[in-house]
């Protein structure tokens, strides 16, 4: 299969029909590996466009408490990166046109060694990783070998993002790139910062893959607001969180009231 092609099939449809994409994410083996299976489940299930998923890891520096506190809850039940491809082989088999993207950190890649971390998230299903913590300018050995095992690089737009920044990012990602609504770390926002304008101009101005709108999304406003500053969808992650969090015994209620934000979430991507 072509680096992106279930996330360029996944645009043009949406294009088609004149949605935007909802993308939800969340940490996979929290609470445990098997509820997270449900709920990943259920996320695809009421209506997700694609999925972002996140590997518990120690030092999440890119996100906040809320998804903190996921990795951490992960890490405590003994859930390990090999339980992590367990459950987005699962997913795969069930869902086998859902883009599948993983929001990663560099240790975690660095400690299988890349090819073996690359071959080994194609092989589970995925379409693309994001290592949140490898800069551009270091990148381009990780890019490298992400193409070479299937996966399309996914690299962050910052809203500080200069032209020559930009133009790099636009080069390097594949399947879509993630621009970030403020600076700092994940959470959500009670009102969407409108910064974005310009680098979601610009990035289509440079022909880069469609990009989707993260950080501070938790509101069907915030996905319009979104789709209207130009963005071709929108990632929400620590407003999906907090229900694991408010749902600590997991079972029906979590998997109902996600399954409710997602389709929720999904119903303002309609133009």
Same mark, same amino acid.
């Given at each position: 299969m072509t680096i992106g092609t279930r996330y360029q099939a996944m645009f043009a449809r949406l294009a088609?029909?004149?949605?935007?994409?909802?993308? @939800?994410? !969340?940490v996979l083996g929290d609470p445990d @590996?098997?509820?997270?299976?449900?709920?990943?489940?259920?996320?695809?299930?009421?209506g997700a466009d694609a999925l972002e998923l996140g590997l518990p890891f120690s030092d999440p520096? /890119?996100?906040? +408490?809320?998804?903190?506190?996921?990795?951490?809850?992960?890490? %405590?039940?003994?859930?390990?990166?090999?339980?992590?491809w367990q459950i987005i082989a699962a997913i795969r088999r069930e869902f086998p046109e859902l883009p599948i993207g993983l929001l990663v950190y560099a240790n975690l890649v660095l400690h299988q060694g890349?090819?073996?971390? *690359?071959?080994? %998230? /194609?092989?589970?299903?995925?379409?693309?990783?994001?290592?949140?913590?490898v800069p551009l300018l270091e990148g381009d050995p990780l890019a490298d070998m992400a193409r070479s095992k299937g996966i399309a690089p996914?690299?962050?737009? @910052?809203?500080? %993002?200069?032209?020559?920044?930009?133009?790099?990012?636009?080069?390097?990602?594949?399947?879509?790139? *993630? !621009?970030?609504s403020r600076p700092g770390v994940t959470g959500a926002d009670d009102q969407l910062h409108d910064d974005s304008s310009r680098l979601l101009r610009r990035l289509a101005e440079l022909g880069s893959a469609p990009t989707l709108l993260g950080f501070g999304i938790a509101t069907p406003e915030? !996905?319009?607001?979104?789709l209207s500053l130009g963005a071709a969808g929108a990632i929400s992650g620590s407003a999906i969180v907090?229900?694991?969090?408010?749902? +600590?015994?997991?079972?029906? @209620?979590?998997?109902?009231? !996600?399954s409710t934000f997602v389709r929720t979430m999904k119903e303002a991507t309609c133009r």
């Open positions: 088609a029909r004149h949605e935007g994409a909802f993308v @939800p994410f !969340v @590996p098997e509820t997270s299976l449900e709920l990943v489940r259920a996320l695809a299930r009421s520096i /890119a996100d906040g +408490p809320v998804i903190q506190a996921a990795a951490t809850r992960a890490l %405590a039940r003994g859930v390990t990166t090999a339980d992590g890349a090819a073996r971390f *690359y071959g080994t %998230a /194609a092989a589970s299903g995925a379409d693309s990783v994001l290592v949140a913590d996914i690299f962050i737009a @910052p809203p500080n %993002a200069d032209e020559a920044r930009l133009a790099a990012i636009g080069r390097q990602s594949a399947g879509y790139v *993630y !621009v970030t915030h !996905v319009r607001n979104a907090r229900h694991i969090e408010r749902h +600590p015994d997991g079972g029906a @209620p979590l998997i109902e009231a !996600v």
